[in-house]
C-alpha cells in the first residue's frame, strides 16, 4: 500500500509538471524594443535610414518649431501613445512618404500644410501600404494646386480610427481624409469634419473609391467647385467597391460654372461608368445641394444617366434617407462666382425629381431618424448619441472591439518567478495587464483631455492606454459627440 501511494504521488508530480510544460508557451509574450522620442531633435531618428524598421514610441507631447524632414520609407512601429506633435510652422510635405509598417496612437494638432507639388499635398502620408490606427487629426489646413489635397493621398493598406478637424482646399482633382483608395484597400472607424473643397472630385471620407469603406462617419461639408461630390466617398471607381455601416450629416455641394450636365452630388458616393457598388447598412441625413444644367443629385447616391455614364449598379440593402435633403441653388454660377456658394440661396427639390439617376434607398422622416425603431433597422453598427446635440446627431458608431495592430517581437515570458530569466540576465519585465474587451460606455468630456491624461503602458508595449482606457476601444458614439460638440463650441 505504501509504495502503491509513491507511485500515485509521483505520478501526480509528473501530470503536474507535465501540464505546466504545456501551459508555460501560451504564456509567452511579446517584448518590442523601442527608440523614445521626446524631443523635437529625437524626430530626426525617424529620417535615418538605418532606422527604416526600427519601432519608435513618442514618451512627451513635442511642440514643432520647425518643418518636418519627410521619411522615405518606414516599416517598423511608430507609436505616439496618445502624445501629441503641436505644429507651429508651416509645412509643404508630408510626415512619411510610404509606410509600410505601422503609426498609431497620435495627435496631430495645428498643423498647416501648404503645398507646392502638382501631384498631392497631404499632411501624413503620399502612400500607406501597411497600417494606419488611432490617429486625431486637430485643427488642420491644408491647401495645394496639386491632383490629390488631404491627410493621406493613396492607400494600399488599412486606414482605421482616424479623426480629421480640417480645412482642406485643393485645385486638383481630388480631396478627402484618403484621396485615394484603392481596390483591395480598406478605410474603418474614420470620421470627418470642417470644410474639404475642391475643383473636381471628393468625398467626406475617400476622394476616390475602388475598395472598402466601412463604419465611418462624415460631419463635414463637402464642395465641389467644378464637378462632383459625395458625403462619404467622392466617386466609386471600381465593380468591388463597398461601402458598410456609413453615414453622411454633412452638406454636399456639387456645381458646374455654365451649367454643365457632368456636376452631379450624392449624399453618400456618385458613380462612374461600368462600375459596381455594394451599399450596406447606410445612411444621408445631410443636405444635398446641386447646381447644373438638370440638378442630378441622390440622398444615397448618384449615377450619371445612362447616355453620359453606361452601366453602373447599386446592390442597395437596408440603407436609408432623410426625406427632403435635396436642393438646387437659386443661381447659376460662373467661374469668378462659385466661391461665393456660402452666400447663394438654394430650394428644395421633391425626393424624386431626378429618378433616372438618383437613388434614395428607404425614405424616413426626419422623427422617425430619431426614434430607437431606426436604431433597431440599423443594428448593432450604431448606437444612440445620448449627448447634447443629440437631436442634430441621433445615431452614432458603436465602439470598436478589433485589436490594435502590433509590431513583431521578441518572445519573453512574462511571469520570470517560474522559469529561468533570460539568458541575457535581465530579470525585469513590463508589468501585465488584462486586456480592455468590452466597449467603452463611459463619455470622454474633453477631448483635448482624453489625449493628454496619464498613460499606462501595457505588456507589450505598443498598446497606448490613456486614463486607463485602451484607445482601441474608445467608443466613437462618444468621440462623435465631444467632436461635434467642441465644433459647436468654435
Not at 221 to 248: D, E, F, H, L
Not at 444 to 469: F, Q, R
Amino acid at each position: 500500500m505504501k509504495m502503491m501511494k509513491k507511485l500515485l504521488s509521483m505520478l501526480l508530480i509528473i501530470s503536474m509538471l507535465s501540464g505546466m510544460a504545456l501551459i508555460a508557451p501560451s504564456a509567452a509574450e511579446q517584448r518590442v524594443d523601442w527608440v523614445e522620442i521626446a524631443t523635437e531633435a529625437d524626430l530626426s531618428k525617424l529620417v535615418d535610414e538605418d532606422n527604416y524598421d526600427k519601432n519608435f514610441k513618442l514618451t512627451a507631447d513635442i511642440t514643432m518649431t520647425g518643418t518636418w524632414e519627410t521619411v522615405d520609407y518606414y516599416e517598423g512601429c511608430f507609436d505616439g501613445d496618445g502624445h501629441k506633435i503641436i505644429f507651429t510652422q508651416k509645412q509643404s510635405d508630408p510626415m512619411f512618404d510610404t509606410i509600410g509598417g505601422i503609426v498609431k496612437n497620435l495627435v496631430l494638432e495645428n498643423m498647416s500644410v501648404e503645398g507646392t507639388n502638382n501631384e498631392y499635398t497631404v499632411g501624413l502620408v503620399n502612400k500607406n501600404n501597411g497600417q494606419i490606427w488611432n490617429i486625431e487629426v486637430v485643427n488642420a489646413t491644408i491647401t495645394g494646386p496639386g491632383k490629390n489635397v488631404g491627410l493621406i493621398n493613396l492607400n494600399n493598406g488599412v486606414v482605421s480610427h482616424v479623426t480629421l478637424d480640417a480645412t482642406i482646399k485643393g485645385a486638383g482633382d481630388r480631396a478627402g481624409i484618403i484621396c485615394w483608395n484603392s481596390e483591395g484597400a480598406t478605410v474603418r472607424y474614420c470620421m470627418s469634419y470642417g470644410t474639404y473643397l475642391t475643383n473636381f472630385q471628393l468625398g467626406g471620407i475617400v476622394g476616390n473609391n475602388l475598395g472598402t469603406i466601412e463604419n465611418c462617419l462624415n460631419f463635414a461639408t463637402v464642395v465641389a467647385i467644378n464637378c462632383s461630390a459625395g458625403g462619404v466617398s467622392g466617386p466609386t471607381r471600381s465593380k468591388t467597391a463597398k461601402i458598410i455601416n456609413c453615414g453622411n450629416y454633412g452638406t454636399v455641394i456639387a456645381m458646374r460654372p455654365g451649367g454643365s450636365i457632368e456636376a452631379v452630388a450624392g449624399g453618400i458616393t456618385f458613380m462612374e461608368q461600368n462600375t459596381v457598388l455594394e451599399l450596406t447598412n447606410s445612411f444621408n441625413a445631410g443636405k444635398v445641394i446641386v447646381k447644373n444644367g438638370t440638378n442630378m443629385c441622390g440622398s444615397l447616391v448618384c449615377r450619371f444617366t445612362e447616355s453620359l455614364y453606361q452601366n453602373t449598379t447599386v446592390n442597395l440593402t437596408n440603407s436609408y434617407s432623410v426625406e427632403n435633403m435635396l436642393y438646387t441653388f437659386d443661381q447659376l454660377f460662373t467661374a469668378e462666382t462659385a466661391g461665393t456658394y456660402a452666400d447663394a440661396t438654394y430650394s428644395q427639390l421633391a425626393d424624386n425629381a431626378i429618378s433616372v439617376c438618383g437613388v434614395n434607398g428607404t425614405l424616413v422622416s426626419a422623427d422617425t431618424f430619431k426614434s430607437p425603431e431606426m436604431l433597431t433597422k440599423l443594428g448593432s453598427a450604431f448606437v444612440a448619441n445620448t449627448g447634447e446635440d443629440k437631436d442634430l446627431y441621433p445615431i452614432l458608431l458603436a465602439a470598436d472591439t478589433t485589436e490594435e495592430p502590433m509590431p513583431e517581437g521578441e518572445e519573453v515570458d512574462p511571469d520570470p518567478g517560474t522559469t529561468n530569466p533570460p539568458a541575457t540576465g535581465d530579470n525585469e519585465t513590463e508589468p501585465t495587464t488584462e486586456p480592455v474587451t468590452e466597449p467603452v460606455t463611459k463619455p470622454v468630456t474633453n477631448s483635448t483631455e482624453a489625449n493628454t491624461s496619464s498613460v499606462d503602458e501595457d505588456d507589450s508595449g505598443c498598446s497606448s492606454t490613456i486614463g486607463g482606457v485602451s484607445v482601441v476601444l474608445i467608443g466613437f458614439a462618444a468621440m462623435a459627440s465631444v467632436m461635434v460638440k467642441k465644433k459647436k463650441e468654435d
